[in-house]
Structures are given as C-alpha cells and as structure tokens.
C-alpha cells in the first residue's frame, strides 16, 4: 500500500511538472511570418533598422542599403553606392538625414532621407561599422569596429566633430537615458557607457563572462541593457550603475537584440540556430526565456517596430553542403537568396 502511494505520490510531481512545462510554453508568445520580402544580391548584409517617422526599414547589405516600407513590403529604394560595404544605419529626421558607413573605406556617409540620394562622405576610421543616433546632443555616433574607435558627426554641419577611444574591439552601441551612449566592448568584454556631451567615456562596466557582446538593446524606462554574446548567454546590464542583474540562456550566433517596450519582450536573432530568442522582462529583476520563434539558419540581424511589434529579420538560404567560414564562423548562402522577413505578434 505504502509503495503503491509513493508511486502515485511520484506521478502527481511528475504530472505537475509537465503542466508547469506546458503552461510556459502556452505562455510564449505566437508569432507568424507574414511576409518575405526578397533582397537579393549583394549577398553579405548587416543592420537592420526600422525608422517610425518614414514607416521605412533599412537594410545594410554589400554595396547598398536597400529601403522597405514596413508595411506593404515594398522596396522603396536603394541608397548607393559603397565599395567597402555597409554595415549601419542611423536616421535623423529633423536634419532630413540618414547616415550609414563605407567599411574599409573608413568613411560616414550622409544621404537624404528623401531622395535617398548620396550626399557627403565624413571621414571616420577603419571598420567603421555600427551607426547611431544620440537625440540628447544630436549627434551621430559611428563605432570603427577593429579600430576601437567612436567618430562624433555633427548633422546640422555634416563634419566629424570629435574621436572617442574606445579601447578595443567594439560593437553595436545604443543611445540610453540622460545623454548616455552605450557601446559594447566585444574585445574587452565590457560595455562603454560615454557622456555624448563631453565625448568622454565614464565608465566600463565588465561582463567577464560574455564572449564577445555582439547585440545590445535598451528598456529605458526600466533602465537595463540586454547585452547578447556570442557565447549563448544574455546578460541584463544596470544601465545606470553598470551592475550585472541577471543573465540568460539563448541561441548560437546572436548579432542582434531588441525590445519591445509594449510587450515588455526582449528578442535576439541568433544566426547558427535560425531562431529568435524569446525573453520576458516581468519586472526589473525577472527576466523568464519563453520558446523560441523559429526563423532559418543565416538570420542573424533584425529590427522592431514597438508600436505594432512587428519584426524585421534578415537571413538567406543556406547552402546545403556548404561549411562554415574558418575565419568568421558564418555559414555560406545561396547567391541572391537574401529576404526580409515580416513577423507578427498573433494577438
């Protein structure tokens, strides 16, 4: 009798688990495709970034960024032309300006958010890269990867007006609350936090455990930094003491992070998983993984729209018998294969 109990007794807590299981997955949220735009060549693609005021997606890939309207799927345009690659996009729209980058060539570049017509290269550094803008001191802020370096570009005179020493390797980087600018130190391991008033960097705040912080996002209500790393984890980051909150499990190959500040969702697109990385921020404290939403191996970069929750990843088709770069990890695509895609919240 005893033993018959404590069989019973071991279904129950195992019954109760599933159902624990089950109800978490029922809490993830659903999200459908709703639209695959196609891109096509060039085929190497960076940055995705979505801009409120136009309705607009940019796309960094190759030579260009391609220009999507967010909502019918449209290709609106191309901005042109960029030998040394693309990577960033940075949109301001006071100035009737966005900005993006010339790679190897070192260089900013500006082009009217109109027209879309090139209008001035801005010196930089070597890898410029990732491209923001800070609307505290309305300043665009273009991070040289490799270089380890920060170019400060004026918009109302379209001039480099100040270098910021990084230190190292960097990465993607985010405007924060009350003049701050957010840089991950993908070599140091350690996020930048620089007064865009004084052009200075007054803190650095470890991550010892990251790999090489790739995506970075921000709640500035909430005021934590979602820092993906290469090494499957997310770390929530105080974005006003530089204190490690808590950390999180997520897929392989994340190159970006977002949030949904309705939704209270925080998303990595994670490239050699071909998933997005699902994340509830029930308070400033508790940050529970739902399931993840299945995408395709390559889409590594993504944008959001907060209002609607809809998001915008860039993968292609991954070549079946095709290895991994031995020097960048990436997978090889099908040629001219790349897509947009459109994901929306179901309810």
């Known amino acids: 009798m005893k033993s018959g109990l404590r069989l019973l007794q071991s279904f129950l807590v195992l019954a109760g688990l599933a159902l624990s299981g089950a109800a978490l997955a029922q809490a993830a949220p659903e999200y459908r495709i709703v639209k695959k735009v196609a891109l096509g060549a060039p ?17 960094a890939h190759g030579d260009e960024l391609t220009v ?18 693309t990577h960033g996009v940075a949109i301001v729209t006071a100035s009737n300006r966005g900005y993006t980058d010339d790679g190897e060539s070192g260089k900013a570049v500006s082009f009217n958010l109109k027209t879309l017509a090139v209008e001035k290269h801005i010196q930089a550094a070597e890898d ?31 001039a480099a007006v100040a270098t910021i020493n990084g230190g190292g390797k960097l990465e993607y980087a985010v405007p924060g609350e009350n003049g701050k600018l957010f840089v991950n130190g993908a070599g140091t391991r350690e996020v930048l ?16 455990d990251c790999e090489s912080p790739h995506g970075l996002a921000i709640d500035t209500a909430g005021h934590r930094l979602f820092v993906s790393c290469l090494n499957a984890k997310l770390y929530v980051v105080d974005s006003q ?13 994340s190159d970006a992070v977002v949030f949904d500040p309705q939704r209270k969702l925080v998303f990595s697109s994670n490239g050699k998983d071909g998933t997005i990385s699902v994340i509830a921020a029930k308070d400033p404290h508790t ?30 088709d991954v070549s079946p018998t095709a290895a991994p770069d031995k020097k960048s990890g990436r997978i090889p695509t099908e040629p001219g294969s790349l897509k947009l895609w459109f994901l929306d919240p179901a309810q």
């Open 43 to 59: 085929d190497r693609w960076d940055y995705v970034v979505f801009d409120a005021s136009s309705g607009r997606v940019f796309v």
């Open 68 to 85: 999507v309207d967010a909502k019918s799927g449209e290709v609106a345009g191309h901005v042109k032309s960029f030998p040394g690659g």
């Open 128 to 158: 410029a890269d990732a491209v923001t803008f800070d609307p505290v001191s309305n300043h665009v802020f273009t991070i040289n990867g490799d270089t380890g370096s920060i170019t400060v570009i004026d918009p109302k005179t379209d």
């Open 193 to 208: 936090s620089i007064d865009t008033a004084t052009n200075k960097v007054v803190a650095r705040w470890p991550v010892p």
């Open 241 to 253: 003491s530089g204190q490690i909150v808590t950390h999180v499990p997520i897929g392989k190959g």
């Open 287 to 316: 940050y529970v993984p739902l399931a993840p939403i299945k995408t395709t191996i390559s889409a590594r970069t993504m944008g959001i729209d907060p209002a609607t929750g809809r998001l915008f990843v860039a993968g292609a």
